[in-house]
């Protein structure tokens, strides 16, 4: 096993608040979560918006814990940040998801792509690019069928190296999507100096479509702009009919939200796929 993170004591010893005190006793426990088998990866269809068809699946990370129980993402994603941790989960994800996409182009008898998320300490990294291309061999998956998702928060710093490693991956096939487009506040010109392939429409534009006129026009001015660059779109959080009529309307390629389905276990994703997609 990889115990890579530094400890946090370094931190949080001066002033031992509980606060700190349940951050290092859930750090411990998120330390030992690889080994223990308690991460889980759950995953949520990526449709084709005309078609419904399934296109894409995008891995999300769950912590069941004995005494916490379900710990959702926001809730340990940002300590496994702050620690380090993330590095070692991050390669466990990248494994489990490359492995189930293979295992899914077998039952379905054609590509299925799948969605990872990277967070910025992981892609930063010097064994990240590593990372991922072990994890292609590893389960035999095609570059292709591999996308990453990155927040435009990351993008933001401009360093050199971002960019570096954003075309080596790109070289090597692996599709580049950025994550909750249109939060970061950031200048648009990335865009066009990066090679991206897919933008995803941040869920709190997608949500209020129908409710209020700018996020219609917002979500709208996006779609326009990502296509006349060359780039497909998904929609994020689509949760209801409305809007998949009015995503329809605008041309979004592809949608994911609860609307189509939420995220499954690996076991009733199959089930999914196999009732909702005649395989
Ligand atoms: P995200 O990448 O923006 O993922 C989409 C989130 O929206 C997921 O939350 C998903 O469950 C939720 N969602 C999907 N459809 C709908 C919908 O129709 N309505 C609403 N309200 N929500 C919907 P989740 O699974 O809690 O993940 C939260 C965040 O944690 C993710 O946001 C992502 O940033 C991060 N995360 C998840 N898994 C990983 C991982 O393996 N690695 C890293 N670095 N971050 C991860
Ligand atoms: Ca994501
Ligand atoms: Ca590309
Ligand atoms: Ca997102």
Redesign the pocket.
Known sequence: AKHKGKSAYAHFAPEMTEVSHERLQMESRLRRAIELKELEL?Y?PIVHTDSGNLVAV????RWNNPTMGMV???RF?PLAEETGL?IPI?EW?LEVACKAAVEWKEIAGRNIGIS????PR?FRDPRFTDAVMQALDNSGLEAEQLEL?ITERLILDNSIETAEILRLLDREGIRLSV??FGTGYSALSYLKSYPFDTLKID?SFVQDVMKEPEDASLVRAIINMAHSLGLRVIA????DEPQTHFLKAEGCDFS????YSR?LPATEFEAWLKTNQRV
């Open positions: 759950y949520q995008e891995a999300l990370l959702m993402p926001d994603i993330i991050g994800v990872v998320n990277v967070s992981q998702e994550d909750d869920k994020e959080g689509v949760e994911q939200g609860y609307f995220p």
